[in-house]
């Protein structure tokens, strides 16, 4: 089947993916671990890249594949493969592809995501180290299913998440918060204090000043891009004991996603291996 998503930025999502597993597997084999790919939002494997009309794009890609293809391909690869998806049919080419790749362990599962991924940290034991992809649409995962994987000390995460749904959903002036979207927010983000974190008065020109005297309802205007940025960030930062600074993807200038990596290993060893690895990625890629 074919499954449209995606633009220009999936492809530097993919290129950062395979050069950090590629680093992954490599490092890690040499030592007595059993290694897991997981991918709780797996898709098809494959994919046809679409503009921001919903126009597929005739983009010269030497190939469409997904994560679930890049992660198969990488060597020396992975002990396990965890792919799971809520979608029938996008299952049904996962086991399609569980067929070309007879020689790899792999376990598809058909779950929410915010249920497959506590099962999967719960099942992690002694010497398994594992690798997430959270790769949702938009606002399909809970913020509450990232405790799962930082408390699991055994797994590195990379997560894409969808700075430019909160921004829509944030209308720069305060007094236009849908109340319908309130649920979404609070999910997405784990509280309900986003509003007094996100949302400050807005500066008066000092002319009002002037005349105008102290206003007792002040209007409140929305923090920019960055500083939402920032406010995700530091949020994760309270939850993992590494969080990298994220790689913003974006669509003909507009940003889309925060590509994060975190790692849920305390050791500080694991996290200054990962942190140089990080850096050195971000700059190959420019
Ligand atoms: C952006 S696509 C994933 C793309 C994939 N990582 C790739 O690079 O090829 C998101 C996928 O999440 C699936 N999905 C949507 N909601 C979900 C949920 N609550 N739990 C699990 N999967 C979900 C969709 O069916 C879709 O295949």
């Not at 979207?181 to 983000?189: M, P, S």
Request: hydrophobic share 40%; charged share 30%.
């Amino acid at each position: 089947m074919d499954h449209k998503f995606g633009g220009i930025w999936t492809r530097k999502k993919l290129e950062v993916l395979t050069k950090y597993l590629r680093f992954y597997s490599t490092a890690l084999k040499k030592q007595k671990f059993t290694l897991h790919y997981a991918d709780a939002f797996a898709g098809t494997g494959k994919h046809t890249v679409m503009d921001e009309h919903n126009e597929e794009l005739l983009i010269p890609f030497e190939d469409f594949k997904g994560s679930v293809l890049t992660a198969l391909e990488v060597e020396p690869g992975f002990h396990r493969y965890h792919f799971n998806d809520i979608e029938p049919l996008h299952v049904q080419e996962l086991e399609n592809i569980r067929n070309e790749y007879s020689g790899r362990d792999i376990t598809i599962t058909e779950q929410d995501a915010n249920q497959f991924v506590p099962e999967f940290c719960a099942r992690l034991k002694g010497r398994d180290r594992a690798v997430l992809l959270l790769d949702p649409y938009s606002t399909q995962l809970d913020w509450e299913t990232l405790r799962y994987v930082a408390d699991s000390g055994k797994v590195d995460l990379w997560l894409l998440f969808p700075l430019s749904v909160i921004l829509r959903m944030t209308p720069r002036d305060g007094a236009k918060v849908r109340p319908e979207w309130r649920e979404t927010l609070n999910r997405l983000l784990g509280t309900d204090d986003w509003e007094t974190a996100l949302y400050a008065p807005k500066a008066k020109p000092q002319i009002d000043d002037m005349f105008g005297g102290e206003s007792s309802d002040p209007e409140m205007e929305r923090l920019n891009t960055d500083e939402l940025q920032r406010w995700v960030t530091a949020r994760l930062r309270e939850r993992f004991p590494f969080v990298a600074e994220p790689i913003l993807l974006t669509n003909r200038g507009r940003p889309l996603f925060s590509f994060y990596f975190a790692v849920a290993n305390p050791e500080p060893k694991a996290q200054a291996l990962a942190k140089g690895v990080v850096s050195h990625i971000r700059q190959s890629i420019g």
